[in-house]
């Protein structure tokens, strides 16, 4: 039996915490899946039921944050379709290419935390 929601812990440091809101943790909740054709396509089956999409991704939380967290300078954050170069990013304290990157599917409970490690000078 799957979950609608999820519940995933969002960190951020190195500075980035700065892009939103000056707040190093966020709770946020995601739909478990996420509409794989924009909102007004016929996503209905033929029997009438709502196509549930694909899994919720690590690639869809980051266009999540940047559409409901993120305040300032997108470009710092996401730049030609993944985080920037020079942000670390860990899932459950794993690096995430050892996860699949982007295409890691979230779980509830995940941890996800992004660290800029670009200090300006």
Excluded at 32 to 54: L, M, W
Excluded at 93 to 100: A, C, Q, Y
Aim: net charge negative; charged share 25%; glycine share 10%.
């Amino acid at each position: 039996m799957s979950q609608s929601t999820l519940s995933i812990k969002v960190e951020f440091g190195g500075g980035l915490e700065l892009l939103f809101s000056n707040q190093r943790s966020h709770k946020v909740s995601l739909p478990s899946h996420v509409p794989t054709a924009p909102p007004d396509a016929n996503t209905t089956s033929e029997q009438g039921k709502k196509e549930s999409g694909r899994p919720a991704d690590i690639t869809y939380l980051m266009y999540w944050m940047r559409d409901n967290l993120l305040k300032e300078r997108e470009e710092l954050f996401i730049e030609n379709g993944t985080v920037r170069p020079g942000i670390l990013v860990l899932v459950n304290d794993t690096d995430w290419e050892l996860e699949g990157e982007g295409e890691y599917v979230l779980q509830d409970g995940d941890e996800i935390v992004f660290i800029s490690t670009l200090h300006g000078g």
